[in-house]
């Protein structure tokens, strides 16, 4: 692996299960992880890139969402997105270049969200605990038009290098991730 986007929890039972109050809180210990990630690999010089993502649960469904394009930036300027309906942060991610990926969206608790707030899809789940149905995922991102992602949902050691992207171009922010993501140049990695 060249990069890696942190994706860490962004809901509001983080935020209750952590204590926290001050939204400003919040954003500084979400992006904790990826802070933790990007010195340790600076620190080591583990010739790897540490961007920020955030894996987002709506308080309107138990559904996940991945933002791929967000920087530090828009995680201080824009507290408390667990909030937003669909509609709403789908016009923000825009607004701001973001790409907006419906995490597993096959999974037993989980529904597919309306197509049309949505870029894409993550199609294979690498996590080994939860059936993610990822050929019903993959089925439905194509029948929809989305951006096809695959990713580890790494939470246990098991769950190390079980997703992600092979492209030939080359990138150094999320910026540019997401414009790999939207030109379609890259293919999914599935195991």
Not at 22 to 41: C, D, V
Not at 119 to 133: C, F, I, T, W
Request: hydrophobic letters at 35%; proline letters at 4%; aromatic letters at 12%.
């Amino acid at each position: 692996y060249d990069a890696v986007v942190i994706t860490d929890h962004y809901s509001k039972w983080v935020m209750e299960r952590n204590s926290i109050i001050k939204p400003q809180e919040f954003t500084e210990f979400f992006l904790e992880g990826y802070h933790k990630a990007y010195m340790y690999a600076q620190n080591h010089n583990c010739n790897i890139k540490i961007l920020p993502g955030a894996e987002v649960s709506l308080l309107e469904s138990p559904d996940d969402y991945l933002l791929y394009g967000a920087d530090e930036e828009f995680f201080w300027q824009n507290p408390l997105l667990f909030k937003m309906p669909l509609k709403k942060l789908y016009k923000l991610c825009h607004k701001n270049g973001i790409l907006l990926v419906q995490a597993h969206p096959f999974r037993a608790y989980c529904t597919p969200a309306d197509a049309h707030f949505l870029d894409g899809a993550e199609v294979y789940n690498g996590n080994l605990r939860h059936n993610s149905n990822n050929n019903k995922a993959r089925k439905w991102a194509v029948e929809n038009g989305l951006i096809m992602t695959s990713g580890s949902d790494f939470h246990e050691e098991e769950d190390l290098a079980r997703g992600g992207i092979i492209t030939e171009e080359n990138f150094n922010s999320v910026h540019e991730l997401a414009q790999i993501l939207k030109e379609g140049s890259y293919s999914i990695i599935t195991s």
